[in-house]
């Protein structure tokens, strides 16, 4: 039933206050190049995505200061805010891990759609993206 | 030069007080296979890691007081502590990453070295894992 709920682990997820400053230093440093810079307007935000060989590190600035990771960024410093695994069923993933809620599908970055776990493990923001049926 | 400086993402790791207990909801909630849990004696830690497909998810908890991961975890809730890339060059990596520094590569885990990089960018704390050269 567990077994094989996730694909593979999508991206890393850092919250930072400006993306182009982060994605340089990501950049012309450490050696990831960006494949992808765009504004999800759902959660109000702006993703860069890094490749990092065999997953992505995404880049999360807020746009709204009505944004989650806006509020989050106001309680917190910059750092690392989530992890996203991958699914290629994201409605049964999302009943099976946030039984009893209301679908919190919303558009997330790369065309994809997402949700984030209600249930914070060790803390753990987590994020389950795929493409969404029906 | 900097181009191709990091071949994947080794791991995402996680700071927890009780490595079995994260272990469990990982593995049989999530789905993560376990597939290896060993103690580290250089950063006196236990770590448990889990295949999540692509990378590994790494639980860290302390072994001992004076672990550096004990004093974070006094400091902070657990969550989300590292993110480390896999390189085939540590000693060259090393030298790039952080100049003038004595060296700082370890014995980590699954019989690798490693090292952590002195600057943390967005508070990021990025380790560097591979084969120890010479």
Not at 3 to 31: K, P, Q
């Amino acid at each position: 039933m567990t077994m094989n709920l996730f694909t593979r682990l999508d991206h890393v997820a850092i919250a930072v206050h400006d993306a182009d400053e982060a994605a340089s230093y990501f950049r012309d440093v450490l050696g990831l190049a960006i494949i992808g810079d765009e504004i999800a307007d759902a959660p109000g935000v702006r993703l860069v995505y890094l490749d990092a060989g065999n997953t992505f590190i995404q880049l999360v600035a807020p746009v709204r200061d009505d944004a989650p990771v806006a509020q989050w960024l106001r309680e917190n410093q910059e750092g690392l805010h989530h992890i996203c695994f991958a699914s290629t069923d994201l409605r049964h993933c999302e009943k099976y891990l946030n039984p009893g809620s209301t679908s919190g599908i919303f558009k997330a970055g790369q065309g994809a759609s997402a949700f984030f776990m209600t249930r914070e493990p060790n803390n753990v923001k987590i994020e389950v993206t795929g493409p969404t049926v029906g």
